[in-house]
């Protein structure tokens, strides 16, 4: 088994001219306040469960676990028709997630972030565009994910807020959302790209519309070839001068592959379109840090999705085939 090409990010030079991969730092977020079925809190755990340290250490990479984020668990009920359900917790969650990937980059690390369902997305990812800020760099994005995620409490038919990250981050919703470590918008339209998309409400294609969002959505994966689309993704991504986030929602995959997610639709990416994507983000070299979320493993069959997940984190920090 090789690796994928390192690059200057990734790696450094030992004494002996050896290339040393950039240390990997895992951080589980157990938290499913976010989204409406019980059992994606699990996530990290059937993770770890499935090798993921010791898969990833087997790479070349020396590696950090940092345990699970301590959550509150002393939330308050929803009531009867909330837009914003458990906003509070959600927000004091994702507000030290972005503390702590912040301060896994300061330290030279790549932070890989385990769900949870995708409300962290914008602790996660205000970490890591908090940290670019600070370098006078822009952040760039690559979401993975079956729905947009574009709601906003005013146009959300659940309350959930795992409907709402990608617009959180981009300036629209909950003013507590968006101000998770202190600024808004964390991203620029321009650099940020969903892949997947095939269940999108209507409302969320007019917010898309209106920012000039770029969705590949699964027709276009289906005309044009997923390694075309993972190309301009990439590209367009990289323009941001301080590299790119990935996050993985596990929905993006067909269900025939990953049953173990609580917003199942049918007609994903295949397992191969899925490896293929993530042995080229790792071969671009643009990453920045890595999220999986929405494996719920109530709904998991012997750990098949936690193990498709472990599989695709390391495709995307460099397995390959030869």
Sequence with gaps: MTTAPVT???????????????????????LGYGASM??????????RVARLNQRIAQLGYEVRDLGDLHLDRTQAIPE???????????????????RRVEDILKAGE???????????????IAGFASYCRQRNETPGLIWFDAHADMNTPETTPSGNIHGMPLAVLLGHGALALQNVAGFTPKLDPKFCVHVGARDIDRTERDLVRKLG?????????????????MDEAI???????????????????DPGDAPGSGTLVRGGLTYREAHLAMEKIAEAGGMRSLEVVEINTALDINNKTAELGVELILSGLGKTIL
């Design 8 to 30: 200057e990010t990734d790696s450094k030079p030992d004494t002996l001219g050896r290339d040393v991969r950039r240390p990997v730092a895992i951080l589980g977020v157990p």
């Design 110 to 124: 790549l932070p890989l972030v385990l769900g949870g369902d995708h409300s962290i997305a914008i602790g996660s």
């Design 38 to 47: 019980a059992g994606v809190d699990m996530g990290p755990a059937a993770l």
């Design 80 to 98: 009867p028709g909330d837009k914003l359900k458990y906003l509070n917790e959600i927000t004091a969650a994702c507000e030290e997630l972005a």
């Design 235 to 253: 590209e367009l991504a990289s323009r941001a001068s301080g590299g790119y986030a990935v996050t993985f929602d596990v929905d993006a995959l």
């Design 213 to 229: 969002l770029r969705f590949i959505t699964m027709r276009e994966i289906d005309e044009r070839g997923m390694s075309a689309c």
